[in-house]
C-alpha cells in the first residue's frame, strides 16, 4: 500500500514542508519546500497564507498522513507563540481536508534518524540525504527539516504496522 506524508516545520516567517511517498519499506523523495510570508505582514494575513499555501500542497500531493513538529522549549516566548499560531493553521487546514495528524518532538526525530537524541542539525541532514537517496542534501534548513519528520511518521507507521 502506498502512503503519501507531508512533514510540516512551522514557523509563521517560513514553513517547511517535505513531501515522502512510502511503498512497502522503502521511503521515496516527492517534493520540498517552504512557505514564505512578509516579515512587516500583520500576522492574521501571514497565518491565511501559510493556510492557503498548506491546503494547496494538501490538494496537490494527497497525503494519507501529515506530521508536525511538536513544539518544544523555546528561550524567546515570543518565538513560540508565533510559531504556536503558525502550527495551530497547519492542523486546523489538515483537519479541514480530513487528513490524518501526528506530531513528533525534535528528540524523536533525532532518535528516529541517527538513533542519536542529541544529534545536530548537520547529521540529521546527512542523514535525510542518504535516507531519500538524494545527490545534494535538502536545502533551505526548513525544509529538511520537514522531511526529517516525514521520514520519522514513516518509520513510526512501519514499526506501528510491525507491532499490530
Known sequence: MTDIIIGIDPGTATTGFGVVEV?????FYID???????????????LDTIAKAFATLLKKHKPTRVAVEELYFFKNITSAISVA??????LQTATNHH???VSYTPL????????????DKK??????????RMEDIPRPDDA???LAIAITCAHSKRLEEQLS
Open 108 to 119: 524523536q526525530v533525532k532518535q528516529a534518524l541517527t538513533g542519536y537524541g542529541k544529534a
Open 32 to 46: 520540498h519546500g517552504t512557505i514564505q510570508t512578509p516579515a512587516k505582514t500583520d500576522l492574521h494575513l501571514r
Open 23 to 27: 511503498q512497502d519499506d522503502q521511503i
Open 99 to 101: 487528513v490524518a495528524i
Open 144 to 146: 529538511a527539516d520537514a
Open 85 to 90: 499560531h503558525a502550527r495551530g493553521v497547519i
Open 123 to 132: 547529521q540529521i541532514q546527512k542523514m535525510v540525504k542518504m535516507i531519500l
